[in-house]
T-cell receptor, first 114, second 114 residues
Framework: GESVGLHLPTLSVQEGDNSIINCAYS??????FIWYKQESGKGPQFIID?????DKRQGQRVTVLLNKTVKHLSLQIAATQPGDSAVYFC?????????????FGSGTRLSIRP | EPEVTQTPSHQVTQMGQEVILRCVPI?????FYWYRQILGQKVEFLVS????????KSEIFDDQFSVERPDGSNFTLKIRSTKLEDSAMYFC????????????FGSGTRLTVV
């Protein structure tokens, strides 16, 4: 069915360490994936995306890995900072209309220990 | 940086009343969306809009919901007769070329139905 799920609802990391947030998706037809960050009281903020013809994409301090064999997506945040505290959502999309919807997963809350 | 603007930030309404949530998408964007997020839950797709018509809508978007782009800048979501379960954060989003590059979300309108 249509579902995007996350392995862990919460993640606590030491400031300066790397964070890894995982996501499983179930729709093998999905061909576009996005990670969003949502801070308290704000809307989702685009972090990084990846298409299904890639298995890795890097941004500034963030890396997204895609494993299509096991339908798994991860977000790696290097040198985690207090400002990284937020809920992180993975989201997926599958082809068709350019206005086609993005389906969100249930979110992982990332908290940073000083 | 261009942003999606939503008003009001918080709306309290009585059950059965009509509400209109307003959004000003980014000026050169062509695709518009409404999502909602019930407290503590994931972000859910409601509707997408392109070329002055609905492209896709979810099961949530029943006859009580409607969208409109009354002029060249605003994009509105109307709920005709609100129910308690309509209480949620409602996010407007827009994109330039459809789902590619993700969407830009507004900060949301918190709707409370009493």
């Amino acid at each position: 069915g249509e579902s995007v799920g996350l392995h862990l609802p919460t993640l606590s990391v030491q400031e300066g360490d790397n964070s890894i947030i995982n996501c499983a998706y179930s729709n093998s037809a999905s061909d576009y994936f996005i990670w969003y960050k949502q801070e308290s009281g704000k809307g989702p903020q685009f972090i990084i995306d990846i298409r299904s013809n890639m298995d890795k994409r890097q941004g500034q301090r963030v890396t997204v890995l895609l494993n299509k064999t096991v339908k798994h997506l991860s977000l790696q945040i290097a040198a985690t900072q207090p400002g990284d505290s937020a809920v992180y959502f993975c989201a997926e999309n599958w082809g068709g209309s350019s206005a086609s919807k993005i389906i969100f997963g249930s979110g992982t809350r990332l908290s940073i220990r000083p | 940086e261009p942003e999606v603007t939503q008003t009001p930030s918080h709306q309290v309404t009585q059950m059965g009343q009509e509400v209109i949530l307003r959004c000003v998408p980014i000026s050169n964007h062509l695709y518009f969306y409404w999502y909602r997020q019930i407290l503590g839950q994931k972000v859910e797709f409601l509707v997408s809009f392109y070329n002055n018509e609905i492209s896709e809508k979810s099961e949530i978007f029943d006859d009580q919901f409607s969208v409109e782009r009354p002029d060249g800048s605003n994009f509105t979501l109307k709920i005709r007769s609100t129910k308690l379960e309509d209480s949620a954060m409602y996010f407007c989003a827009s994109s330039e070329v459809g789902v590619s590059y993700g969407y830009t979300f507004g900060s949301g309108t918190r709707l409370t139905v009493v």
